[in-house]
């Protein structure tokens, strides 16, 4: 299982491309250099999932803008996300690859896979242009993400990054200050 801190190994898999509208492989190696947010969910088809698809096509630009990339992945097939684009009106706004993983290859690499039931947890990694996990997040199927989170742990992750000795304190947002690390400040926040 891949972990904060450690680097992802290339994987192949087929993926649903909606920009294009078609099937086809994806290759992990292709977005070394961009930010990468992985966004696992259980299955097409179901009632959280799709709200949390649309909203994070509804900032899909807003990621693009910070140089990264989304890419969904459920253990369901590029054809059934294609069928799902075609008749949902909120996934029809995605915009982003949607990776399939009827195998649960990639699921068990990133330790969401849930061996009982065939599907994977809900989980979102921010990948950084080095293809190294700064954040992962894994919880209960019933409860959905926030893309307006997401978004703001990539900039502080893309801030620190960029900002070598700083650290984002509690909900940072880009144009809020950032800490110093510095022994002065032990026990005086």
Known sequence: MVKVGETVPDF????????KDEIGKLRFSD??????VLAFYPADFTFVCPTELEELAAHYEEFKKEG???ISVSTDTAYVHKAWHDTSPGIRKIKYPMLADPAGKVSR??????EDEGLSWRATFIIDPDGKVVHMEMHDLSIGRSAREILRRLRA???VRENPGKVCP???????????VSLDLVGKL
């Open 170 to 180: 509690a909900s940072w947002e880009p144009g809020r200050e950032a800490l110093e």
């Open 68 to 70: 990264a990339e989304i």
């Open 12 to 19: 192949e898999a087929t993926a649903y491309f909606p920009e």
């Open 31 to 36: 977005y070394r250099g961009k930010w990468v």
């Open 109 to 114: 690499l990133f330790g969401t896979y849930i």
């Open 157 to 159: 992750s893309k801030y």
